[in-house]
């Protein structure tokens, strides 16, 4: 399978070398100035699919550096892995897996086959299921043991079992306002998360949703069982248990044995990775809380920029455009990180949720064949919502010595038309990408210094400290509005320009091995932890600190 891609080294390829070359071209190009020398740059390099406005012009890039980056896409085979993933191929290598989230917004349900047999009707009998049961919780039919209808939700889940419900549920915050619930979210094995819930719910009208595709995270089991025991221990009896918790999971036997009924237990794949699962039924609590045919329209607006990504040329093909963006600084620039810049309150959840898609799917240092990789893959993902970045870490963005790449993301419509406040916050937003492009000059801080009545020394002194580098790249994105469809557009196009990227950097972007081990670690380390001490068998650091504890538990008896 990785005959194609792999028989060169992908430094020493000619696309590389070429970029290589190039790249020395570009050192000493200013933005400023290819925005002076061409009045069309704007629409030479921005493009609109899916109801999404991507302005690419405030990057590094001349036609001539998108030829050469689309040579290394094409290179790299992106087209045929494309349609190794749509085709239900096992592109996952190291899980042996299908790769197939586009199966679950497949809404034109056309056949995608798995070893041979069609997923459709199974993707669409558990939607079928979902809808039901969110239609009686919505309406009231579903009650809890004592009759009251359901009035909170709990997720009980972690990693691609929380950050997608909890990012989307908070971006759509505007649709879940009528449903009458409160949603919460319980991540943390800390014993504070639970118990912060907890105390905010009533076991009568609660409704535990025990998400976990493996049904073996420890995190998640054991805030279960202490939801379960906190249910209980309130006066409810086991008999109870059926209506009060519900479970989503690719493992129904565990669920089932953990104590969830059959028909409480919705299911998906081995074929769905964790952090591209809040299409499956992992998305529950979403559906729950914006209804099903919200949810519905989530999914469709993943499935447009699906069908934007499977069939449109390279060249004008968004995802693609970003994943070579984000190439040419992570490889050629030697940027370490991309923010992830949303001017949304709503979308505060999105660049944690963006974080796990990109790092855990691209985080990685050996190809699909094993052999380490001579070049940089996944850059670090941060950022927070705009303006608050603004009045923090934008002085680096600005001023710093670092090359930081990032993404602005606004919608044009706001919710609430409160006086001024979103046409400030767009000035702000638009503010920013030009600031950075363009940045300011000693002539132009000298001039402005001399109009606010300063000069001589004083003047000349101030000035290194005011100029602006500016040719700071961005990538602009624009959407009308925050609704499911276009937020289901939004986040297919970064699952999308994460595959681009993997198949680019030739790595398993399906795969998390290094996420394994954490798994397994813990779980050594506690037999020592509820044992009496002093523990030996590890490095000097953690027989320490482990001793630390221990002596500490001991002092407090
Ligand atoms: C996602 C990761 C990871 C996973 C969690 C929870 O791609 O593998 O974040 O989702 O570790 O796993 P379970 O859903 O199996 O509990």
């Known amino acids: 399978m990785d005959g194609v891609v792999t028989s060169m080294q992908l430094t020493r390829s000619p696309a590389w070398v070429a970029l290589e070359k190039h790249k020395k071209e570009m050192a000493s190009l200013h933005m400023r100035s290819l925005f002076e020398r061409d009045p069309g740059r704007f629409r030479r390099f921005s493009l609109s699919s899916c109801d999404i406005l991507l302005d690419y012009s405030k990057n590094r890039i001349t036609e001539q550096t998108m030829a050469l980056l689309f040579a290394l896409a094409r290179d790299a085979d992106v087209e045929g892995w494309r349609e190794r993933m749509f085709r239900g191929e096992r592109i996952n290598v190291t899980e042996d897996r299908a790769v197939l989230h586009v199966a679950l917004r497949n809404r034109g349900n056309r056949p995608i086959l798995v070893g041979g047999k069609d997923v459709m009707p199974a993707v669409n009998s558990v939607l079928g299921r979902i809808a ?48 009458g619930l409160q ?69 129904v036997e565990a669920a089932q044995r953990f104590g969830i009924l059959p028909d409480n237990v919705f299911g998906f794949w081995d074929w769905v990775g964790g952090r591209y699962s809040l299409w499956s039924a992992i998305g529950l609590p979403i559906a729950l809380y914006i209804g099903m045919e919200r949810f519905e329209e989530l999914l469709a607006g993943a499935h ?63 190809q699909r064949n094993g052999e380490p990789v001579d070049y940089d893959t996944c850059p670090v993902i941060w950022g927070e919502p705009g303006t608050n970045g603004q009045h923090a870490y934008f002085q680096l963005l600005h001023q710093g010595t670092r090359l930081v790449p990032a993404d602005f993301i606004a919608p044009l419509e706001s919710y609430h038309h409160l006086g001024e406040h979103h046409a400030i916050l767009l000035s702000n937003f638009f503010g920013q990408t030009r600031a950075l492009m363009w940045g300011k000059n000693a002539a132009e801080v000298r001039a402005e210094l001399a109009a606010a009545g300063m000069q001589g020394e004083e003047l000349e002194a101030l000035v290194p400290h005011k100029v602006l580098p500016g040719n700071r790249p961005s990538n602009t994105l624009l959407i009308p509005k925050l609704t499911p469809r276009t937020l289901g557009s939004l986040l297919a196009l970064y699952e ?43 490095d000097s650091s953690t027989n320490g600190l482990i001793g630390f504890y221990l002596e500490h538990s001991a002092r407090k008896g």
């Open 132 to 179: 039901a049961f969110v239609a009686r919780v919505r309406s009231g039919e579903w009650r809890g043991y004592s009759g009251k209808r359901i009035r909170s939700v709990v997720n009980i889940g972690i990693g691609g079992s929380d950050l997608g419900p909890v990012m989307v549920c908070e971006a759509l915050r505007p649709y879940g306002r009528d449903s």
């Open 183 to 251: 949603m919460h979210f319980m991540s943390n094995i800390d014993g504070s998360h639970v118990q912060e819930i907890l105390d905010q719910v009533d076991p009568e009208t609660t409704l535990f949703i025990v998400s976990s595709k493996s049904f073996s995270t420890q995190e998640t089991l054991t805030n279960a069982l202490s939801c379960r025991r906190w249910f209980l221990d309130s006066g409810a009896g086991e008999a109870a248990i059926a209506r009060h918790f519900v479970s989503v999971s690719a493992n």
């Open 304 to 366: 447009q920029m699906d069908e934007h990504f499977r069939t449109t040329p390279l060249e004008q093909n968004m995802p693609v455009i970003m994943a070579l963006l984000g190439i040419w600084y992570n490889d050629f620039f030697g940027a370490q990180s991309h923010a992830i810049l949303p001017y949304d309150h709503y979308l505060h959840r999105l660049t944690a949720y963006l974080q796990q898609a990109e790092m855990e799917s691209n985080g990685k240092r050996v």
């Open 496 to 538: 999308h320009k994460i595959f681009v990227q993997g198949v680019i950097w030739r790595v398993d972007s399906f795969d998390q091995w290094g996420v394994e081990f954490g798994k397994q670690v813990a779980g050594e380390i506690l037999p020592d932890l509820q044992g009496s001490g002093p523990v030996e068998k590890y």
